[in-house]
């Protein structure tokens, strides 16, 4: 399974672009690579899901570069209610689904 | 629709004493997971089932904890006896997976575990 790294924390101002990084080297050919968001006293929910190139919903972007070894996150605009940690996650069809320690994001009025 | 129910959402018990938690899948999902989340932590896999088969129990400590999933539906994770290092979120996820497709987990609200 590919093990993935990504910030620890980090802090916007509402308005913003917040963009999160995730470095994911041993991705392997049928992995996707998955974001999930976590508010306190909640469980994780789903954000977006890609394979490669770029997938946009109502929520967020994810940019994946052609080798695939990492992945970018972008909230756009984020609010106070954008708060929250975000986790990177490699998806294979084993549907093991590891997560990390994640991104805490902080957005400041 | 509902989603991933589980209770209790809180419990506080001694450490030796027992505990349970269930779970109710969304309707349909045939893949359930219990996860074990620390504070300041990811959740950590327990075990996942498939219908009522569990497929990874690999992560799960079998010498207090045990889990079933009758019937392929609900599900209960148990704790006996229990230690002081198990205080902890309990969250329990559903999934409808086929063969090789990544579907999208779906949390329950987590049942928060104080073991004084």
């Known amino acids: 399974l590919a093990k993935t790294t990504q910030p620890i924390s980090m802090d916007s101002y509402e308005g913003q672009e917040v963009n999160i990084t995730c470095s994911h080297n041993?991705?392997?050919?049928?992995?996707?690579i998955t974001w999930y968001q976590q508010f306190p006293s909640q469980g994780p929910r789903f954000i977006i899901q890609g394979y490669k190139t770029k997938v946009t919903n109502e929520v967020a972007s994810l940019f994946i570069p052609a080798d695939r070894k990492s992945s970018t996150l972008s909230l756009p605009r984020v609010s106070l209610s954008d708060t929250a940690v975000y986790y990177c996650?490699?998806?294979?069809?084993?549907?093991?689904?590891?997560f990390g320690t994640g991104t805490r994001l902080k957005v400041l009025a | 629709e509902a989603g991933v129910v589980q209770s209790p959402r809180y419990k506080i018990i001694e450490k030796k004493q027992p505990v349970a938690f269930w779970c109710n899948p969304i309707?349909?999902?045939?893949?359930l997971y219990w996860y074990l989340q620390n504070l300041g932590q990811g959740p950590e896999l327990l075990i996942r089932?498939?219908?009522?088969?569990?497929?990874?129990d690999s992560q799960l400590p079998k010498d207090r904890f045990s889990a079933e999933r009758l019937k392929g539906v609900d599900s209960t994770l148990k704790i006996q006896p229990a230690e002081l290092g198990d205080s902890a979120v309990y969250l329990c996820a559903s999934s409808f997976s086929l063969a090789g497709d990544t579907g999208e987990l779906f949390f329950g609200e987590g049942s928060r575990l104080t073991v004084l």
């Open positions: 309707s349909g999902h045939n893949t």
């Open positions: 089932y498939e219908n009522e088969e569990a497929v990874d």
């Open positions: 041993n991705i392997a050919t049928n992995d996707y």
């Open positions: 996650l490699i998806v294979s069809g084993t549907y093991k689904y590891i």
